[in-house]
């Protein structure tokens, strides 16, 4: 079945050599170094292996040339890195009525403050508003890779995040986290203990008191662009 595209794409190939800091790493465009943003504040050891091909895009302004966008993975696509293209491309799917668990819902904000967290949107769907905050898992796991999961090291902020959904839920209003599992060929997602053990057990806190856990995965497809993989990942909390 053919995947559903979300957004048109135009990478360049490039070869990662060094992540320099949190936001900038090197990698070498038609044998010349470049500068290149990288948007993600995981650690993602798994993909950050000098020599690895990556696919970035142009850019203008400031300190760098390119935003590392994916790295190459299963099957030739790209694993997307790049957390602002998973946002656009997750609010595309909801735009096309692709996500089962907002069927009906629309974007009404985005950047919502809530207590001391901003959360990353309200969406309006029938009858009611629900309280939403979007995570990156693009740490693989599992026998097979089947798994999607975060956190890849202690998130604070996570933590933080998760408590707010919960006091949102506690007092009666709906209440979302969800997880862009962007990799090709997952199939599940949960948390990685190890990385956070605080957000495993906030997770499990949360959806007792019925905050709702969902993901969805999405892949690069080179000369494409951001494909749909799965609109509904399986939860294992």
Not at 119 to 126: A, K, Q, T, V
Not at 165 to 181: H, Q, T, V
Request: proline share 5%; glycine share 10%.
């Amino acid at each position: 079945m053919k995947k559903p595209g979300l957004l048109e794409l135009d990478t360049v190939p490039c070869t990662f050599i060094e992540r320099l800091n949190r936001f900038v790493a090197l990698v070498e465009v038609k044998g010349e170094t470049k500068r290149a943003l990288v948007t993600n504040t995981g650690r993602l050891e798994e993909f950050m292996v000098p020599g690895r091909k990556v696919f970035c895009v142009p850019k203008t302004g400031g300190k760098t040339d390119f935003i590392l966008v994916a790295f190459e993975d299963l099957g030739g696509k790209g694993a997307v890195i790049d957390t602002r293209t998973q946002a656009k491309a997750f609010e595309r799917a909801v735009e096309l009525g692709l996500i089962p668990w907002l069927k009906d819902c629309f974007i009404k904000r985005k950047e919502v403050t809530v207590g001391k967290s901003r959360l990353d949107y309200l969406f309006g769907c029938p009858n009611e508003e629900v309280y939403a905050e979007m995570k990156s898992a693009v740490l693989r796991g599992g026998e097979r890779g089947e798994y999607a999961m975060y956190p890849d090291c202690p998130s604070t902020r996570g933590q933080k995040h998760i408590r707010e959904l919960i006091e949102l839920r506690r007092s009666g209003k709906r209440a979302m986290i969800f997880f862009i599992g962007a990799m090709p060929g997952v199939e599940k997602f949960k948390p990685y203990e190890k990385g956070d053990p605080e957000i495993a057990r906030l997770l499990r806190e949360a959806r007792k008191a019925g905050v709702e856990i969902h993901a969805l995965s999405i892949s690069l497809i080179p000369g494409k662009g951001i494909v749909l993989e799965r609109p509904e990942l399986e939860i294992e909390i």
